[in-house]
Structures are given as C-alpha cells and as structure tokens.
Nanobody
Framework: VQLQASGGGLVQAGGSLRLSCVAS????????MGWYRQGTGSQRELVAD???????NYSDAAKGRFTISRDVAKNTVYLQMRSLKPEDTAVYYC???????????????WGQGTQVTVSS
C-alpha cells in the first residue's frame, strides 16, 4: 500500500490550494483519512480528518478556511485550503487507516508530504 500526495506549492497570502492524496495497492477498505502538517521546528499536527462515513473534524486553525473531503471509489482524500496565511506554511502529510487485502486489521499509512509555502 502506498500513498501519494500532491498539490502543494507557493501561493500568496489569501490564496487557495487543493491537496490530493491517493492510496494504491491491495486495499480492502479505508477508515479514517486525514491531513497533518509540520512546520520548521514544529511537531506534526492534525489539520483535518474525515471518517469512513464522511464526518469531518478540523483543527482550530483549519476551521472555516479548509475543507476536507474524500472520494471512496478513488481511494482519495482532498484538502481544499482557502484564505491561506503565512503561518500555514508547512509540509503537509496525508494519513490513512487502511485494511490491506488478506489482513484482519487496519494499519496507518503516511504519504510522502507536499510542501505548502504561503508568502506574505
């Protein structure tokens, strides 16, 4: 199982970006999908996640500006980011709780990270 994140880049403050993360491999089911970020010198923190039933959860920093969504058929999670601020600058990582084919339980998998830089 592999996760591939994309969509990061350089944007001016107030701008928008849409991140995508797709899971591939021998997958039976995916439970929670989420996005985390890690700024320079900071710990990795949750930005938003979404359950298998589509219930989202946001950090205080993300509420009102970011929207998480998922496409079950495509094994993909998205993060639409609006009104970006310089403090949103970080490497963004996707994480999924996946049950691979032939396994009885779920494992957590991480994407490789995508850089988001917001200039003032």
């Amino acid at each position: 199982v592999q996760l591939q994140a994309s969509g990061g880049g350089l944007v001016q403050a107030g701008g928008s970006l849409r991140l995508s993360c797709v899971a591939s491999g021998r997958i039976r089911s995916i439970n929670v999908m989420g996005w985390y970020r890690q700024g320079t010198g900071s710990q990795r923190e949750l930005v938003a996640d979404i359950t298998s039933s589509g219930t989202p959860n946001y950090s205080d920093a993300a509420k009102g500006r970011f929207t998480i969504s998922r496409d079950v058929a495509k094994n993909t999670v998205y993060l639409q980011m609006r009104s970006l601020k310089p403090e949103d600058t970080a490497v963004y990582y996707c994480k999924m709780s996946i049950r691979p084919l032939g396994f009885s339980g779920n494992n957590n998998y991480w994407g490789q990270g995508t850089q988001v830089t917001v200039s003032s």
